[in-house]
């Protein structure tokens, strides 16, 4: 008997926090709204919103605001998300730059900074990351609760734990940059792949809002793919879904330092500038993007041709997906897209060629909105999303 009645208050208390979570999460997304409207989009009754929206309301995560549309008697004032109620940080931790950023609670930038990463090893990164995010955290502006979390994008497979499992590009195996940060700064730090974080970023401020199929493909160094299925981030039985980068394009291909051979990444990312001069093509006259395409600014052909084919290769494998997935929208971000109009061109047509039809009739592809801050910008929204303690229920 007393187990029974220790398990239904459990429920209750969760059921409430559900129902909590709900109801912020539609004043967010569909604010200004009156408790009814709220009641009518939740299902919930309205002594529930009522009750609810109180606590949230003590708490500063919501605001009161004008007054609403009246269907007879007293206009009923309007529940506001309350952006302002505290800051987040966002970190894109690169290759070669960090690139922090500080956001109110609705993804606003604040202030940013960025550093150079010129060392791989753990101990100058994370010395790096607290110098980017320390002036940040300095000239932050007062709110009633501070800064609550820090998000991070790091180019490497994360565990569920948020451990750095395997960062090929930086040479780390089973990194806890995730405790360390918790330590430093004192405040939770949710740490994931800077691709699931390039989606996140592209679905909730960019290209991606209102997508609920979304296929956002990150080109830099590497590739690799955040994929969102029915509004939620897809992250596979372990969390390492999204590695398309090594998905083969070319049964016998370039080999890849994965062990497999014609890997998408070495000839759709910018590592295929280093594959340049196979078949007798040009030397290349710069090894990097933003130096290339200055070259392509002025016409160079070996550039031109370069991009016409990373173009193509891109589309190859962006066809596999979209067969594959059927996402309604493809979003190209990450450094790659400094190059964009020489990409996009071949990119495109070849999709059209290849896609099956009744896959692409009614495809978007495009590339991100939020340029070089897609990352930056999810990681900041991952934090959001724990500090208001999104409930997932999953069967
Ligand atoms: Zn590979």
Same mark, same amino acid.
């Given at each position: ?31 200004? /709204? ?19 929206? !109180? ?24 529940? !506001? ?23 109110? !609670? ?10 150079? @990463? ?17 002036? /940040? ?27 750095? @499992?395997? %960062?090929?590009? /930086? ?9 360390? +940060? ?17 989606? *996140? ?12 199929? +979304? ?6 160094? =590497? +590739? ?47 590592? %295929? ?10 030397? !290349? ?10 070259? *392509? ?8 041709? @370069? ?6 290769? @891109? ?8 067969? =594959? ?26 999709? %059209? ?9 009614? +495809? ?15 990681? %900041? ?6 500090? /208001? ?7």
């Amino acid at each position: 008997m007393e187990e029974s009645i220790v398990r239904v208050t459990g429920d209750q208390a969760l059921v409430k926090k559900l129902n909590k979570s709900i109801v912020l999460d539609t004043i967010r997304r569909n604010g200004p /709204l009156s408790r009814t409207d709220v009641s009518e989009r939740t299902g919930l009754n309205k002594a529930t919103v009522s009750n609810l929206t !109180l606590e949230l309301l003590e708490q500063n995560l919501v605001e009161e605001t004008g007054l609403g549309e009246s269907s007879g008697g007293r206009k009923p004032l309007m529940l !506001l998300f309350n952006g302002s109620a505290g800051c987040v940080i966002g970190i894109e931790l690169g290759v070669t730059l960090v690139k922090s950023v500080l956001t109110n !609670l609705t993804g606003s930038i604040l202030l940013e900074r960025s550093a150079s @990463l010129g060392e791989h090893d753990p101990d100058t990164a994370f010395a790096v990351i607290c110098d980017t995010v320390r002036p /940040l955290i300095e000239a932050m502006p007062p709110t009633p609760h501070g800064l609550v979390g820090i998000g991070i994008g790091v180019p490497g497979m994360v565990d569920e734990a948020g451990l750095i @499992l395997y %960062a090929p590009n /930086l040479g780390w195996e089973g990194v806890d940059l995730r405790s360390r +940060l918790e330590a430093e700064f004192a405040v939770p730090v949710v740490v994931d792949n800077e691709a699931n974080v390039g989606a *996140a970023g592209e679905r909730e401020y960019g290209a991606g809002q209102h997508v609920r199929h +979304l296929v956002y493909v990150s080109a830099g160094m =590497g +590739l690799g793919s955040g994929m969102i299925i029915d509004g939620q981030l897809y992250k596979g039985a372990w969390g390492y879904a999204g590695e398309t980068g090594h998905m083969s394009i070319e049964s016998e291909g370039r080999l890849c330092s994965c062990g497999s051979r014609g890997c998408w990444e070495l000839y759709a990312s910018e590592r %295929a500038y280093a594959y340049a001069t196979e078949d007798g093509r040009p030397a !290349l006259p710069a090894e990097t993007t933003s130096e290339l395409t200055a070259y *392509a600014h002025s016409g160079e052909a070996s550039v031109l041709q @370069l991009y016409q084919e990373i173009g193509r290769r @891109l589309g190859i494998g962006i066809t596999n997906l979209v067969n =594959g997935f059927n996402p309604e929208k493809i979003v190209v971000g990450g450094p790659l897209t400094e190059a964009k109009e020489w990409i996009e061109p071949s990119m495109l047509a070849t999709i %059209a060629e290849r896609a099956l039809p009744y896959h692409r009739r009614e +495809l978007a592809v495009s590339f991100s909105e939020l340029g070089s801050r897609s990352a930056v910008l999810g990681a %900041a929204h991952l934090a959001v999303s724990q500090f /208001l303690g999104r409930v997932r229920v999953s069967l």
